[in-house]
């Protein structure tokens, strides 16, 4: 007597089901072997066969979790054992300052394909309190090229924290600081002013100089020097009519004289 299809099928159901139950006891069991997305980072390695230690069942990773272990205070500043940090980087603690403590909401420790990855969301100082945005020295060393040595104004004069370019200034614009005028800030913009300027902080040119070498040329509007010298490399740049077409052709003549005498 043979068996017929109807009769094997619940031999079959009851077959697949304890597959079923199997694989789900293995994933309970040995997580890591099972449903793991990849290998965790180095300095999670020890956890490797914990999941439950930043798992929740059913529930995924829980931020909760991670501050059992990090303190959020300490983050940055000292390992999970207490040991001070001696090699970390400016950007140490600005942990402390999230609108909201969600790790996970950024943090993947494992290596391999991110299961979840269109979830984590890149920093953004939108993440950080409304009343430190504005503090970059808190996160970023101060730039050292020859505009920014001798600020001391705080960036969000200039740049925004979206993103350092473009930015709001740039100095070329106004006027080209060439091998001639690598001078702190404050040579030109007293009292860290940057709205205002004057060029009568070095021994070429002394106000009385100045005054007395425009005079001479017949220009008496001479307070707003870039308005023809903005670039020192090139000759003065031509005014607009009136005092200004004067102030251009003179103003050449008289580079022509100062170049004469340098010879």
Request: charged share 30%; hydrophobic share 30%; proline share 5%.
């Amino acid at each position: 007597m043979t068996t017929g299809p109807k009769k094997r099928r619940p031999v079959l159901l009851v077959v697949i089901a304890l597959n079923l139950v199997a694989l789900i006891v293995l994933a309970f069991v040995h997580p890591h072997l099972m449903i793991s997305p990849g290998a965790l980072v180095q300095g999670h390695a020890d956890l490797a066969t914990d999941c439950f230690a930043c798992h929740a069942a059913l529930r995924g990773a829980s931020s909760q979790r991670c501050m059992a272990c990090h303190d959020v205070a300490e983050v940055g500043i000292r390992t999970t054992g207490g040991v001070p940090i001696t090699s970390r980087s400016v950007k140490v603690s600005f942990h402390q300052e999230l609108i909201e403590q969600d790790c996970v909401a950024c943090h993947s420790d494992h290596q391999g394909p991110r299961l979840t990855r269109r979830s984590r969301k890149p920093f953004s100082h939108e993440l950080l309190k409304v009343s430190v945005r504005e503090r970059c020295a808190g996160c970023h060393a101060a730039p050292q090229d020859t505009l920014h040595r001798g600020v001391r104004d705080e960036c969000g004069a200039c740049h925004r924290n979206t993103a350092w370019k473009p930015a709001t200034f740039e100095h070329e614009r106004h006027f080209v600081l060439d091998r001639d005028h690598q001078a702190p800030c404050e040579t030109c913009h007293r009292n860290h002013d940057y709205g205002r300027y004057h060029c009568y902080g070095c021994h070429e040119h002394s106000e009385a100089k100045v005054r007395a070498e425009h005079l001479e040329e017949g220009i008496r509007d001479f307070t707003d020097c870039v308005a023809c010298h903005r670039d020192p490399r090139v000759e003065p740049q031509r005014g607009r009519g009136g005092d200004h077409e004067r102030r251009g052709e003179r103003g050449r003549e008289h580079e022509r004289g100062r170049d004469r005498e340098r010879r």
